[in-house]
């Protein structure tokens, strides 16, 4: 029951982290209102992953890594400040495409994961929110067993899919309606949310 109960929560708090709309939710509608459900939920699960990642080092008191993370905070956040510009200015400068066309361009799968898992990582004000969420729902540092380990770790990952899951399924109906203007303007609006997030990013870095 107590495993149950470890696993229901993880489950919950990955689903409730993973629900702000930033960057990564972008990508994955962006995704999804293009290319299909696949390619935004596998957008979804390189930051569920990361979600994973951050919600174990926070769970289980890894202080090192947490250390290293928080010491090196602003360079990281910088680095994905400036991804995100790079990412922003790319779909600004991009030739408007139909929908049809812009799925004939190969995107590989792999690309699209680790893009969101790294975005995901060099933002450690994650592990924060993971250890202020914890408190909330009375999780302390667990006990160092395998079982306890994966329950938590597990419903982290699988609460953050079922967010991503929902989103990528629900823009890629939206999607199946898209024409030339349609995506020209997708490219429009995601790529002004890019440079602004990454600027935003920044300005918070430098601040800090």
Not at 155 to 162: L, M, N, R
Not at 178 to 194: E, K, V
Request: overall charge positive; hydrophobic content about 55%.
């Amino acid at each position: 029951m107590m495993l149950l109960s470890l696993l229901l929560k993880g489950w919950l708090i990955g689903f409730l982290m993973a629900i702000p709309v930033g960057p990564i939710g972008m990508l994955c509608i962006r995704h999804s209102l293009i290319r299909g459900t696949l390619y935004g939920l596998v957008a979804g699960l390189g930051a569920a992953l990361a979600d994973m990642v951050y919600g174990i080092l926070a769970g289980f008191g890894v202080t090192i890594i947490c250390d290293i993370l928080t010491s090196y905070q602003m360079t990281c956040q910088m680095l994905g400040a400036l991804f995100l510009c790079y990412l922003g200015i790319k779909m600004l400068i991009t030739p408007p495409r139909a929908k049809s066309e812009e799925i004939m361009i190969p995107t590989s799968l792999l690309r699209i994961f680790l893009i969101t898992f790294i975005l995901t990582l060099t933002n450690p004000l994650t592990l924060i929110g993971f250890m202020g969420i914890y408190a909330a729902f009375g999780i302390g540092l667990m006990d160092h067993t395998f079982l306890s380990f994966c329950m938590v770790a597990g419903g982290i990952f699988i609460g953050s899919t079922t967010w991503w899951f929902i989103l990528s399924a629900s823009s890629s109906l939206i999607g199946r309606k898209l024409n030339l203007h349609s995506t020209h303007l997708i490219n429009r609006i995601s790529g002004t949310a890019f440079l602004a997030f990454g600027a935003l990013i920044a300005l918070s870095a430098i601040g800090n």
